[in-house]
């Protein structure tokens, strides 16, 4: 069982800059990490992910060239750099460890953070 704590979240203006970070712990059998978000009254939606071995990267169209997703191995710890934040970003962030190396939807990944808030006032 992997345990994920995110930090990072909070309040930004538009325009501005946050990072999310995500340590992973347990014992640990995921082969990628993604970022999802959920705003009020919406489904949570896939933001960003990342493999492991690789370092392979795959991203939203509504985020892509604002936010980077990035990884340490040695600290099993995944980020979430998000530039440019517009109000419609204003969701909890969560992370998330999948086995598959194609896992997009969140049904695909077995074991979830509590979140963090991001909020962006314009």
């Known amino acids: 069982q992997v345990q994920l704590v995110e930090s990072g979240g909070g309040l930004v203006q538009a325009g501005g800059s946050l990072r999310l970070s995500c340590a992973a712990s347990?014992?640990?059998?995921?082969?990628?990490m993604g970022w999802f978000r959920q705003a009020p009254g919406k489904e949570r939606e896939f933001v960003a992910r990342?493999?492991?071995?690789?370092?392979?990267?795959y991203y939203a169209n509504s985020v892509k060239g604002r936010f980077t997703i990035s990884r340490d191995n040695a600290k099993n710890t995944v980020y979430l750099q998000m530039n440019s934040l517009k109000p419609e970003d204003t969701a909890v962030y969560y992370c998330?460890?999948?086995?598959?190396?194609?896992?997009?939807?969140?049904?695909?990944?077995?074991?979830w953070g509590q979140g963090t808030q991001v909020t962006v006032s314009s």
């Open positions: 998330a460890a999948g086995r598959s190396i194609f896992a997009l939807r969140s049904t695909d990944f077995g074991s």
């Open positions: 990342i493999r492991w071995n690789d370092g392979t990267t």
């Open positions: 347990g014992t640990f059998s995921s082969v990628v």
